[in-house]
């Protein structure tokens, strides 16, 4: 485990954190060319969603605040104080918006606490009221991932806390793919009655995105294998017992690998016909065309960005990237922190 952070920290260089808007005009990436900045002195946006009206809203993970974005404009919608940071990846982490937004002023957020990783219903400017807890905590492996899927449930991925055992025990939250409504009841359908949890057998799982009623998740190998997972129920993805394609019995292998030095994938997202997954150790993103449940071969994009972390597809048909361009142990890098945005 030490092998992988002392690896990712000598990849990485201290350098901006931003958010990166791509055009949906480019069928194969955009020219760097139309890019223009929205907004400066952010601190590693972590997860990117949207409301009704177009506008932005993402999560700082270290200080812990929601703000929104709007044109240029950049303001402070709440500080989750109850929120913790953990010197590595843990504070205030997956963010999806409240269906009902409009009327509830409401987001779902995946947090570090002094005691675990939980996620909560949050009305901006009031209280976390906690939906799911108990989920692993440490310094690293808090996974994050917070996503309403096209079933209309929660899905939420979560790292084994640096306790490889948790990623085999079906009792714990650890290493694993959850699915829950929004009072944090197991969904419908999931493999074990009473329980949310829909896959286990993960290392660090954290980004999640959907094609069609696929689900694809990414997740942080250990010291040599990066990974792209389809997530079906109840399936077993091997870890610890596999780090990438294994020929053990009753494990799913991944549908496509990386080596860790040229990924560390994070968020992902599908767009025009491709997943489009940030890689933070590789400082890119990788372009994956998508043919019915076929993936293609992955494509380097975006090299100029440094550590890309969230990827967003926006509802006016663009693609926003974020990223985090602060050390494996957060400290603080040139701070040049932005929002870039490109038309085309």
Known sequence: MRARHIAVAAACTALTASICVIPASAQDGPSTLAERTLATKLDIPWDIEFLSDGSGIFTERDTRKIKKITGTTVTELDTVEQAQTTGGEGGLLG???SKTFATDNSVFIYYSTASDNRIAKLALGGTPQPIVTGIPKNRYHNGGGLEFGPDGFLWATTGDGQNTSTAQNWNSLGGKVLRFDTAGRPATGNPRAGSVVYSIGHRNVQGIAWVGNTAYATEFGNSRTDEINRIEAGKNYGWPT???????????????????????PTGIGFYKNALYVGAVTGKRVWKIPVNGTSLGTPQAVFTSYGRVRAVAPAPDGTLWLGTSNQDAN????????RIISTDG
Do not use: F
């Open 95 to 97: 963010l999806a918006v």
């Open 242 to 264: 596999c780090e990438g394609n294994c020929n053990t019995a009753g494990m799913t292998n991944p549908v496509k690998t990386w080596s860790t030095s040229q990924a560390g």
């Open 330 to 337: 957060g400290s603080p890098g040139a701070n040049d922190d």
